[in-house]
């Protein structure tokens, strides 16, 4: 693959240049901010879809505990970032990548805080209104194949996140998963099998604790 890598010094300039090449103008209506110290590997091939009314906040400080650490943003060829109206943001440290031909698609007001990683080796959904709390890892693969007998037996599987899902601090998300509408995964919590709906998991591995529950955000 043919990457960009871009560590330009102005970065007025950088932003300018990415709204123009996945927006075709700088549209406020539908913005790409980053912030200056955000590394970006972005195959030639690569989208970035944004609605208008839709907004991408990447590598910005937004929480008085966000870590001051590197925040990467790699889109290998044919790979897309989707959102929707209205924000999403991405705060700082955060690691995403979207492997070749999958996509990752965000929700409107959805909040990913500091030190999340995300790899999209195949396609991961996150719904709209969602937490996902420091330390975070959602992962759609196992980053190498395992072979027996001349096979593959780790095939990469595609995540689901509904609307309103709240993952916990260092919470690990793995292939092949999907969480329900309105679910809380604890702090820790390892999920290998698919989270009801208004339920709550935790453990490793993550075993239901709660259901027919629901969250809101604090003031």
């Known amino acids: ?107 409107s007001r959805t909040y990913i805080s500091s030190n999340v990683k995300i790899l999209a080796h195949d396609n991961i959904s996150i719904g709209k209104n969602c937490m996902i709390a420091s330390g975070v890892q959602i992962f759609s693969g196992d980053g190498h194949p395992i072979y027996q007998d001349g096979a593959c037996i780790n095939p990469d599987a595609p995540v689901v996140l509904e609307d309103n899902v709240w993952l916990g601090s260092r919470a690990l998300i793995l292939k092949g998963v999907k969480v329900g509408e309105g679910a809380i995964v604890a702090a820790g919590a390892v999920v290998t099998k698919d989270v009801p709906s208004h339920s709550i998991a935790a453990g490793n591995p993550a075993k239901i604790i709660k259901q027919n529950i629901s969250w809101r955000e604090s003031a």
């Not at 300039?13 to 912030?35: K, P, S």
């Not at 989707?82 to 999403?88: G, H, K, Q, S, V």
């Not at 705060?91 to 965000?106: E, Q, T």
Request: aromatic share 8%.
């Open 1 to 107: 693959m043919n990457k960009l890598k871009f560590l330009l010094p102005h970065h007025f300039l950088r932003l300018l240049y990415i709204n123009f090449r996945y927006n075709g103008m700088l549209d406020r209506r539908r913005l790409i901010l980053m912030d200056g110290d955000v590394e970006l590997k972005l195959g030639k091939t690569s989208k970035i879809s944004i609605p208008k009314g839709g907004r991408l906040d990447f590598g910005n400080i937004v929480h008085e505990f966000s870590h001051r650490s590197n925040t990467k943003l790699i889109l290998e060829d044919e790979a897309t970032l989707a959102l929707e109206e209205d924000w999403t943001i991405v705060d700082k440290g955060c690691v995403v990548y979207v492997g070749n031909g999958k996509k990752l698609s965000i929700g």
